[in-house]
């Protein structure tokens, strides 16, 4: 079993940063895949960027495209989400998921990650 717990969300205006972070537990699988999704007031789970810690791979959705970054920790068993250039419409909670099997190419839809946090509220003002 993974344990995932996010941290680092709040309240920023417009064009600030943040930085979340999410740390895994248990059984984590670093060939696997982790990654972030959002999901603002009635709407749908998000994606928002997607890393494999083993090789460093990278995958991002086309809103959060040159402002944010993801990145691992691996001996922290850490990943994070710089997230600068901040818009009122990336508020959101924010989770942590983690996948349990390989894909060549990390995964953008939700059901296919294994494991989610408990989420992680960023807010905008405008």
């Known amino acids: 079993q993974v344990q995932l717990v996010e941290s680092g969300g709040g309240l920023v205006q417009a064009g600030g940063s943040l930085r979340l972070s999410c740390v895994a537990s248990?059984?984590?699988?670093?060939?696997?895949?982790m990654g972030w999704f959002r999901q603002a007031p009635g709407k749908g789970r998000e994606f928002v960027a997607a890393?494999?810690?083993?090789?460093?791979?990278?995958r991002y959705a086309d809103s959060g495209e040159g402002r944010f970054t993801i990145s691992s920790d691996n001996a922290k068993n850490t990943m994070y989400l710089q997230m600068n250039s901040l818009k009122p419409e990336d508020t959101a909670v924010y989770y942590c998921?983690?996948?349990?099997?390989?894909?060549?190419?990390?995964?953008?839809?939700?059901?296919?990650?294994?494991?989610w946090g408990q989420g992680t509220q960023v807010t905008v003002s405008s």
């Open positions: 998921a983690a996948r349990r099997f390989v894909a060549m190419l990390l995964p953008v839809q939700p059901s296919e990650y294994t494991y």
């Open positions: 248990g059984r984590t699988f670093s060939r696997a895949g």
């Open positions: 890393i494999r810690r083993s090789d460093g791979s990278t």
